[in-house]
Protein backbone atom coordinates (compact mmCIF):
# COMPACT_ATOMS: atom_id res chain seq x y z
CA UNK A 1 0.00 0.00 0.00
CA UNK A 2 1.49 3.43 -0.80
CA UNK A 3 1.77 6.25 2.24
CA UNK A 4 1.73 9.24 0.01
CA UNK A 5 1.98 9.27 -3.71
CA UNK A 6 -0.84 10.10 -5.85
CA UNK A 7 0.87 7.85 -8.66
CA UNK A 8 2.76 4.75 -8.98
CA UNK A 9 6.72 5.45 -9.49
CA UNK A 10 7.92 3.69 -13.08
CA UNK A 11 10.82 1.70 -12.02
CA UNK A 12 12.33 1.04 -15.13
CA UNK A 13 11.96 4.61 -16.34
CA UNK A 14 13.40 5.65 -12.97
CA UNK A 15 16.48 3.39 -13.45
CA UNK A 16 17.17 4.21 -16.96
CA UNK A 17 17.18 8.10 -16.00
CA UNK A 18 19.75 7.03 -13.69
CA UNK A 19 21.76 5.28 -16.05
CA UNK A 20 22.02 8.54 -17.91
CA UNK A 21 23.65 10.45 -15.44
CA UNK A 22 25.94 7.92 -14.09
CA UNK A 23 29.15 8.22 -15.75
CA UNK A 24 31.10 5.54 -13.92
CA UNK A 25 31.09 1.96 -15.59
CA UNK A 26 30.88 0.21 -12.01
CA UNK A 27 27.48 2.13 -11.02
CA UNK A 28 25.89 1.44 -14.85
CA UNK A 29 26.83 -2.00 -14.45
CA UNK A 30 25.55 -2.41 -11.26
CA UNK A 31 22.35 -0.34 -11.93
CA UNK A 32 22.13 -2.36 -14.91
CA UNK A 33 21.94 -5.76 -13.06
CA UNK A 34 19.60 -4.10 -10.66
CA UNK A 35 17.17 -3.85 -13.41
CA UNK A 36 17.57 -7.49 -14.43
CA UNK A 37 16.87 -8.34 -10.44
CA UNK A 38 13.82 -6.73 -10.10
CA UNK A 39 12.13 -7.60 -13.32
CA UNK A 40 12.61 -11.89 -11.68
CA UNK A 41 12.10 -10.40 -8.22
CA UNK A 42 15.64 -12.04 -7.23
CA UNK A 43 16.24 -13.43 -3.42
CA UNK A 44 18.14 -11.90 -0.74
CA UNK A 45 21.20 -14.06 -1.88
CA UNK A 46 21.51 -13.38 -5.03
CA UNK A 47 21.04 -9.79 -4.18
CA UNK A 48 24.18 -9.18 -2.71
CA UNK A 49 26.05 -11.56 -4.44
CA UNK A 50 25.82 -8.91 -7.58
CA UNK A 51 24.84 -6.12 -5.76
CA UNK A 52 26.85 -6.02 -2.92
CA UNK A 53 26.42 -5.42 0.82
CA UNK A 54 29.62 -3.77 2.02
CA UNK A 55 30.70 -0.37 2.78
CA UNK A 56 32.24 -0.03 -0.25
CA UNK A 57 30.24 3.00 -2.50
CA UNK A 58 30.07 0.31 -5.44
CA UNK A 59 28.79 -2.24 -2.95
CA UNK A 60 26.23 0.02 -0.90
CA UNK A 61 24.63 2.60 -3.23
CA UNK A 62 23.25 0.81 -5.83
CA UNK A 63 22.11 -1.60 -2.77
CA UNK A 64 20.27 0.95 -1.80
CA UNK A 65 18.44 2.24 -5.12
CA UNK A 66 17.39 -1.57 -5.34
CA UNK A 67 16.19 -1.67 -1.88
CA UNK A 68 13.84 1.67 -2.48
CA UNK A 69 12.83 0.78 -6.23
CA UNK A 70 12.01 -3.02 -4.56
CA UNK A 71 9.66 -1.68 -1.96
CA UNK A 72 8.92 1.71 -2.65
CA UNK A 73 5.49 1.58 -1.96
CA UNK A 74 6.01 1.55 2.10
CA UNK A 75 8.74 3.63 3.52
CA UNK A 76 8.64 0.86 6.98
CA UNK A 77 9.10 -2.18 4.08
CA UNK A 78 11.34 -0.19 2.40
CA UNK A 79 13.72 0.18 5.54
CA UNK A 80 13.08 -3.50 6.75
CA UNK A 81 13.95 -4.82 3.61
CA UNK A 82 17.28 -3.05 2.96
CA UNK A 83 18.30 -4.21 6.69
CA UNK A 84 17.21 -7.76 5.91
CA UNK A 85 20.32 -8.27 3.18
CA UNK A 86 22.84 -7.96 5.85
CA UNK A 87 26.01 -6.62 5.91
CA UNK A 88 26.87 -2.70 6.03
CA UNK A 89 23.37 -2.24 7.20
CA UNK A 90 23.22 1.65 8.66
CA UNK A 91 25.40 2.57 5.37
CA UNK A 92 22.78 1.15 2.97
CA UNK A 93 19.09 1.38 5.25
CA UNK A 94 20.50 5.33 5.56
CA UNK A 95 20.52 5.60 1.88
CA UNK A 96 17.72 3.73 1.28
CA UNK A 97 15.91 5.74 4.29
CA UNK A 98 17.05 8.89 2.63
CA UNK A 99 15.39 8.27 -1.01
CA UNK A 100 12.52 6.51 0.45
CA UNK A 101 11.99 9.70 2.70
CA UNK A 102 12.27 12.40 -0.33
CA UNK A 103 9.68 9.88 -1.64
CA UNK A 104 7.27 9.75 0.59
CA UNK A 105 7.78 12.68 2.92
CA UNK A 106 8.25 12.71 6.70
CA UNK A 107 4.49 11.69 7.54
CA UNK A 108 5.85 8.30 5.59
CA UNK A 109 7.89 7.14 8.73
CA UNK A 110 6.14 5.72 11.33
CA UNK A 111 5.70 7.58 14.62
CA UNK A 112 7.32 5.28 16.88
CA UNK A 113 11.15 5.68 14.51
CA UNK A 114 10.42 9.36 14.82
CA UNK A 115 9.55 9.69 18.31
CA UNK A 116 12.86 6.89 19.07
CA UNK A 117 14.98 9.37 16.79
CA UNK A 118 18.24 11.34 18.49
CA UNK A 119 18.67 14.83 17.91
CA UNK A 120 15.20 15.21 15.84
CA UNK A 121 14.60 18.78 16.61
CA UNK A 122 18.03 19.55 14.77
CA UNK A 123 16.64 17.37 11.83
CA UNK A 124 13.86 19.08 11.92
CA UNK A 125 14.97 22.81 11.92
CA UNK A 126 17.68 21.21 9.22
CA UNK A 127 15.19 19.56 7.13
CA UNK A 128 13.32 22.97 7.16
CA UNK A 129 16.08 25.39 6.47
CA UNK A 130 17.08 23.05 3.02
CA UNK A 131 13.45 23.88 2.22
CA UNK A 132 13.64 27.05 2.91
CA UNK A 133 16.87 26.88 0.26
CA UNK A 134 15.14 24.73 -2.08
CA UNK A 135 11.88 26.66 -2.64
CA UNK A 136 12.89 30.09 -2.00
CA UNK A 137 11.12 30.35 0.97
CA UNK A 138 11.60 32.57 3.76
Known amino acids: ?19 EFTVNDVYRAKLRIAK ?3 AVDADRR ?10 EAFNSVPT ?6 RKYESFRETMVYAISLGGDTDTIASMTGAISGAYHGVNAIPK ?4 KLERKDYIKRLAEELWKLKTGIV
Open 64 to 69: AIYCFL
Open 112 to 115: EWLE
Open 46 to 55: TIVRLLGNGV
Open 36 to 38: ELL
Open 1 to 19: MKENRAQELDVKAFLDRLM
